[in-house]
């Protein structure tokens, strides 16, 4: 072997988490070729050759590698039948396989034979996701065998899917995210399962959660987030990674920090440390210093982890934690440079009392109380969680400006469940006051934890965020193998409106906006004939005009006389999700009650509205739908609703309504954006 050729293979040994010094893996079967060669099949369930992928009516399959499978849903789960392989002379200390599907061990699953008698056994559990499984069998060395897989289960979930089965000294983990990746990297589906956001981040595998670290350097912009290494569910919480050059395309890093001795890693911020006041430096360039919560052996403390090559590795500050009051719920610290007082400043959440402590510090690492501020606003039986301060421009009343403290609330918000409010007001050096009463952020019940980017130039001035699209609630949607998306990226700033009370007064409104960069994915405009809307609602697509699902819809709504106007999208039969604007009691909303799969959750279908007001008797609305979301920005970002929806239409259609012929839908384009993961 030429040497370069022993180091790509070492290294691809390497990273598939085993040894180069072993016997090489013997394939089994793969299922790859058109036809069941060499096995013996009866029955109707295994279908003519192995199945390319999900079978009609089936949930999403994924997990499987390359683009052939064992997959016993044809037909349904109804059906029955088994494949039997020709035999097999064990020459290993292991047979592993992929196998997904039903969970009845006695009536469905895989199975080793020796002289006809069962030996070892292996079933689904309970997910479309196939896992590796394996089976010692170094007892067995030399026996002749045959592999059964056998389905005799006609209810729910009576199939089973098994792939790639091999003998190996090696048995990869279940767990194994390196050897997951790399699997999953090859497969044909790869980020573009049909629930697969196409123009928003989501991890490759995997569960996440909150926005993490956001920070801008040299010319990147980070992104950390809440990550399961070890699986589809929360658990193990570390910080996973991605950067990206214009906030839209991103590419997926390794795991940035982990957790470590039972102690995971929390949320967090990262801030670039330019005097190198931390002295985590290395006298060349200024670190990167993430501040996070480690929770763990009963409390929760502030940690942090440096970087001095461009948040490519991290090192855990071996004099953690910085800050340990000794309580259970203390998390999610913001930190920034406060210019004024020439130091930097923490607001981190004491969760279940809902209160906030500022901090303040000269190095990152010793930290002296400033103020509490809190409970305030909707105080009901939640936690806070994920404070973010900053101070935001007036739009319509030039050179002025005011501090935001936005904070998180587990349970209890507008839509139900979780989300977020903010506080207007004035922030010292030490202590927050709040001008006017908490107003929520989203109206929808999909937006989560918004955190700003830290250390964006001044060139540029803008503050950006972004904010986990889910819910704690229905977190577990649907999707695998991963779960959870971001929102779009949203530039904020701060408007004077009336207030939408009786009293006449003026508050300031929270506007945000996706950022620009999202329009260079526009590839198609395509303007609809709204001239129609009535009632019931008239399609204004034609079948096939849309070539994905990721779109932004741009409309201006006049409802005159009629009780509502406004769209139906991802339209199919007895499916669609409506958007629209409701003179009583004048909100816009989003109705996702017959969106398509909602009944994962019972807390999922509903109709989230948010107040808006018309001007001149209309309203602007821009839509942005990607393959499973929904992000509603009414009049030029001042009412936002962002929800998860999991259409099962494959036809986008786009229908458009009004309740009487004085209503207007004008100035409406549909422009289909490019998807971001493929070319
Ligand atoms: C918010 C949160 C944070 C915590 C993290 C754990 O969604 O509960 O308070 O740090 O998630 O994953």
């Not at 790639?164 to 279940?174: A, F, M, N, S």
């Not at 949203?490 to 207030?499: C, E, H, N, Y």
């Not at 309203?619 to 739908?625: D, E, W």
Request: hydrophobic residues 35%; negative net charge.
């Amino acid at each position: 072997m030429k040497l370069q050729y022993f180091f790509a293979f070492s290294v691809l040994c390497l990273i598939a988490g085993r040894g180069p010094m072993r016997a090489e893996d013997l394939l089994v079967a793969d299922f790859e070729s058109r036809s069941y060669e060499g096995w013996t099949i009866t029955g109707e369930a295994f279908g003519d050759a192995p199945a390319s992928g999900t079978l009609a009516n089936q949930q999403a399959v994924s997990g499987f590698r390359g683009s052939g499978l064992v997959n016993t849903f044809h037909g349904g789960d109804a059906s029955v039948g088994t494949a039997t392989s020709a035999e097999i002379t064990i020459q290993r200390s292991y047979i592993a396989f992929l196998v997904g599907g039903g969970p009845h061990k006695e009536t469905v699953g895989i199975e080793l034979l020796v002289d006809g008698k069962r030996l070892r056994a292996a079933t689904g559990s309970e997910s479309e996701e196939l896992e590796w499984s394996s089976w010692d069998v170094s007892e067995l060395s030399g026996k002749q065998a045959r592999l059964r897989i056998f389905d005799r289960a006609t209810g729910g979930w009576g199939h089973i899917a098994v792939d790639h089965i091999i003998q190996t000294d090696l048995p990869p983990k279940r767990f194994d995210l390196q050897y997951k990746l790399a699997e999953y990297r090859q497969s044909a589906v790869y980020l573009n399962e049909p629930l697969r956001p196409q123009v928003h981040f989501t991890p490759e595998i995997n569960w996440m959660n909150d926005p993490n670290g956001l920070v801008f350097h040299n010319g990147e912009y980070h992104l950390f987030y809440q990550y399961n290494p070890a699986g589809n569910s929360w658990g193990h919480m570390s910080w996973g990674h991605a950067v990206s050059r214009d906030l839209i395309h991103w590419k997926h890093l390794p795991l940035a920090i982990p957790e470590e001795d039972g102690v995971m890693a929390f949320s967090g911020c990262c801030v670039v440390d330019h005097k190198n006041t931390s002295g985590f430096g290395d006298g060349k360039k200024p670190p990167m210093v993430a501040v996070y919560t480690g929770h763990g052996h009963g409390k929760q403390v502030q940690n942090l982890a440096y970087s001095t090559d461009d948040g490519r590795t991290w090192t855990q500050y071996a004099e953690n934690p910085v800050l340990d009051n000794n309580i259970p719920d203390f998390r999610d610290p913001k930190v920034f440079w406060h210019a004024p007082s020439n130091r930097w400043v923490m607001v981190v959440s004491l969760a279940a009392d809902k209160i906030l402590m500022f901090y303040a510090s000269s190095d990152l690492k010793s930290w002296e109380e400033l103020s509490r501020f809190g409970p305030a606003g909707t105080t009901g039986k939640s936690n806070w969680e994920c404070p973010d301060l900053f101070e935001l421009s007036v739009e319509n009343e030039p050179g002025r400006k005011l501090w935001v403290l936005e904070v998180d609330m587990g349970d209890g918000s507008i839509a139900g469940g979780s989300g977020g409010e903010y506080f207007v007001g004035h922030f010292d050096g030490t202590t927050f006051t709040a001008n006017q009463d908490a107003r929520w952020v989203d109206f929808g019940r999909d937006f989560y934890a918004p955190v700003s980017w830290s250390n964006i130039p001044e060139s540029d001035g803008r503050r950006i965020w972004i904010g986990w699209l889910n819910n704690w609630e229905t977190c577990l949607v649907p999707t695998s193998p991963w779960r959870s998306c971001m929102s779009i990226p949203r530039t904020l700033s701060l408007r004077k409106v009336p207030a939408f009370d009786s009293t006449g007064d003026s508050i300031y409104a929270l506007v945000q906006r996706p950022v620009k960069e999202l329009r260079q994915l526009d590839v198609k405009t395509l303007s609809l004939n709204t001239d129609a809307a009535t009632w019931p609602p008239v399609a204004v697509t034609k079948p096939g005009a849309l070539t994905d699902m990721n779109f932004v819809l741009e409309t201006t709504l006049q409802p005159a006389g009629a009780r509502s106007c406004g769209f139906r999208i991802r339209t199919g039969e007895d499916e669609f999700t409506e958007v629209g604007y409701d003179r009583e009691p004048g909100v816009v909303y989003v109705d996702r009650r017959k969106s398509g799969i909602v009944d994962f959750h019972k807390a999922f279908a509903g109709r989230h509205e948010a107040p808006a007001r018309l001007i001149d008797g209309a309203i602007t609305l821009q839509i942005i739908v990607d393959r499973s979301s929904i992000e509603v920005f009414a009049g030029d970002g001042e009412a936002v609703i962002s929800d998860r929806i999991f259409p099962t239409a494959n036809q986008p259609m786009i229908e458009v309504f009004a309740g009487d012929e004085s209503a207007r839908v004008t100035d409406t384009t549909l422009q289909q954006l490019k998807s971001i993961w493929r070319k």
